[in-house]
């Protein structure tokens, strides 16, 4: 009796002794990856870091609220079928020279804004820029300063604001625009204003005269930027943009 | 002829003793970079060892709507209005070619960015590629849904089935030799449902299915994601919050000296020395998946006027804040989920259910015998995959044999646009 016992658990034991043997090579080398981490019980990070997330400073909510879908609706009718059609229209070199264009105009901007800033390399590599785009590429129709490694660099005069310690205020959403805030609105006038008074290579006397390219700045403006209403795909897409929105400035304002 | 049959078989042969060589993967030689399955969750492959894939621009594609008038559509308040039909997108081939289906995973839309690598590489390999969002995402679940309640898995095959069925009946003048079929995630587990419903249905009489990184015991999978929310964070004494995050980038932003966003981006931050520790990735991963439940979590019980969430006398209109439902939507975590709505529901009809059978019936294994009778389909997974527990990959191996693929490296999802997986991808439905 005892033997067979015996007997069995040596067969149990070296069974057990091969099975874990085994288990270093068996369950097809599954690593568990969560179990070097430790956790915590309660109020999990997710709670606490979303809800901090909402707490965005938007006394207008309800306001900004109807005027995001005010956008959102403009986008869907407008703003989309018209990029759509501009996209059957032209072959994509002239829809790539019409954003150089465009983007070559705002370095004008962005020059002006870094100076202010005294970000003295940055205004010397987007004067760079400018040079070379208008002096090489005809007008700015192709883009070789992006090409020749100088990446380009938005400076507005919102973020200047923000640069000399300017709070962003309230949130705002702006009608067509979208997304600001009281500075970033503010910085929008007085961009705009000054890009009108400068007069770049004419071109805000020309779409004065011509509003066509007007229209055309703005196809190819929603044309470059890729965020969609809608795209997020969740009913809370508002505050969600909310907070990207103050993030991404905090972002470029730091830098 | 003979000797053609003959030639047919040894090149048969060939292919089988290849693929089952294919299905250890040899952790020395497999090369990709990233050993930290966090990190490869979040960042993916590195750029430089991606497959060269079409520009977007190249892609002849377009976005589309299905308006199926389903009842969660009715319900829906009017400020959801951009929930009331279907978005999904086809990119199509110029003549006749073999269409693939893409189901997103938990929560993500059609377009979302997983989806879109898998769609450049099959369209790039000639494919017309139909992109499909998940039941479980917000869209879905407003438009498409039959009871609005994702996560009874025969269901939800169910309703995507209708929702195929619908978009091949829109588009009969798309030229297709064959049907395929994949998901990633969730949407695998989804596939794999839609495949075994085909067999009966035979509207698409799929050629090949493909699983990527699926879920195997369903409740296992959540636990796991919910568990990431709850990783001990070194905040010395600071709330969790987003905004640590940015100011991490903000640091490294000013270090590069420029704000550039781009697909290297998240490789060189994990390289700069503000990189994140692993229980920061792991309760990111975790924060990305409570987004998506705190969505369905309300979305659902807003359609069925549970009540949970949404007081049932509230009353909707543009200007409505919708904060505080949010918050106590982001209070509820996939378990809770679980327990509060997909039980109760599925109690209706099973009474007395536990969670354990319900779980039992959703996940992989209550498949076991059609997946493992059924060559058609095959399952590609990582050992490292964090929505994986401990005797999954076993169970995969039992039910899949040579079919199953295990990559040593790569976390979930991380490595399904890294040139080996793909490779093998298109290698698979080329077969």
């Known amino acids: 009796m005892v033997k067979r016992l015996l007997l069995t658990a040596l067969l149990l034991g070296s069974g057990l002794a091969h099975a874990e043997q085994a288990s270093h090579n068996a369950d097809e080398g599954f690593t568990r990856p969560l179990q070097d981490l430790t956790f915590v019980a309660g109020p999990d990070t997710f709670v606490s870091a979303s809800s901090a997330a909402m707490q965005v400073y938007d006394p207008l909510e309800r306001w900004n609220r109807s005027i995001y879908q005010f956008n959102y609706r403009l986008d869907q009718w407008l703003m989309l079928p018209a990029v759509q059609g501009y996209v059957y229209v032209t072959p994509k070199p002239l829809r790539r020279g019409v954003s150089n264009v465009f983007s070559n105009l705002g370095d004008v901007t962005s020059l002006g804004n870094s100076l202010l800033q005294l970000k003295g390399q940055r205004a010397m590599r987007t004067t760079a820029r400018l040079l070379f785009n208008t002096l090489l590429g005809v007008g700015g129709l192709w883009d070789p300063a992006t090409a020749m490694g100088l990446p380009k660099e938005r400076e507005d005069f919102g973020q200047t604001l923000g640069h000399y310690g300017v709070p962003s205020g309230a949130y705002l959403v702006l009608p067509v625009f979208g997304p600001s805030s009281l500075r970033d609105s503010t910085g929008l006038l007085a961009d705009t204003v000054a890009a009108n008074n400068l007069n770049y290579l004419d071109v805000a006397e020309s779409s004065r005269q011509h509003p066509q390219i007007k229209v055309l700045e703005a196809i190819d403006t929603r044309y470059v930027t890729p965020f969609k209403y809608g795209q997020l795909n969740t009913p809370f897409e508002y505050s969600r943009v909310r907070y990207l929105y103050g993030e991404m400035r905090r972002l470029q304002v730091s830098e | 002829m003979l000797r053609l049959t003959r030639l047919a078989a040894m090149l048969a042969g060939l292919f089988l003793t290849t693929s089952a060589q294919a299905t250890r993967i040899d952790a020395s030689t497999y090369g990709y970079p990233i050993s930290n399955p966090f990190e490869a969750t979040i960042s993916g492959t590195p750029p430089n060892l991606r497959p060269s894939v079409p520009d977007d621009e190249d892609i002849k594609q377009s976005d589309y709507r299905l308006h199926l008038h389903t ?14 039909s279907l978005p999904y997108r086809l990119a199509r081939q110029d003549g006749p070619a073999p269409l693939i289906f893409i189901i997103a995973g938990t929560g993500a839309a059609y377009s979302s960015g997983t989806v879109e690598s898998l769609k450049r590489l099959f369209y790039g390999a000639g494919y017309h590629v139909l992109q499909l969002s998940s039941p479980t995402s917000y869209d879905f679940i407003t438009a498409a849904s ?24 829109q588009h009969d ?18 596939a794999a449902f839609v495949s075994q419903l085909d067999e009966q249905r035979k509207g698409f009489n799929f050629k090949r299915v493909l699983l990527l990184n699926p879920p195997v015991d369903l409740l296992t999978s959540i636990d796991n994601l919910d568990r990431l929310s709850q990783a001990q964070l070194q905040l010395q004494g600071r709330a969790a919050s987003f905004d640590l995050l940015f100011d991490k980038l903000a640091r490294y932003f000013k270090d590069k000296g420029r704000i550039e966003i781009d697909q290297a981006l998240l490789h060189d931050f994990q390289n700069s020395r503000e990189r994140l520790s692993t229980p920061a990735m792991a309760a990111l991963i975790g924060s990305a998946f409570r987004f998506s439940v705190a969505d369905i979590v309300f979305t659902s019980d807003l359609i069925n006027r549970r009540g949970l969430i949404t007081p049932p006398q509230q009353q909707f209109n543009y200007a409505t804040e919708l904060t505080p439902l949010f918050q106590k939507a982001a209070a509820c975590n996939f378990r809770c989920y679980a327990e509060q709505q997909l039980l109760p529901m599925w109690q209706v009809q099973h009474p007395g259910a536990s969670l354990a059978q319900l779980n039992q019936q959703v996940s992989l294994r209550a498949l076991q015998g059609y997946l493992s009778n059924t060559p058609k389909i095959a399952v590609m997974s990582n050992a490292d995959d964090l929505i994986l527990g401990p005797g999954d990959l076993s169970f995969l191996r039992q039910t899949f044999g040579p079919r199953l693929s295990v990559y040593p490296l790569g976390g979930h999802c991380g490595n399904l646009d890294y040139r080996v997986n793909t490779d093998a991808m298109l290698e698979f439905f080329r077969g």
């Open chain 2, 71 to 84: 009842d969660g559509a009715k319900r829906l308040p009017d400020i959801f209005w951009n929930g009331s």
């Open chain 2, 146 to 169: 039959t009871s609005a309640t994702p996560g009874i898995s025969r269901d939800d095959a169910q309703d995507l089935y209708r929702v195929m069925e619908a978009i091949k009946a």
């Open chain 2, 173 to 190: 003048d798309l030229q297709v030799s064959a049907y395929h079929l994949t998901g990633y995630s969730l949407g695998a587990l989804n």
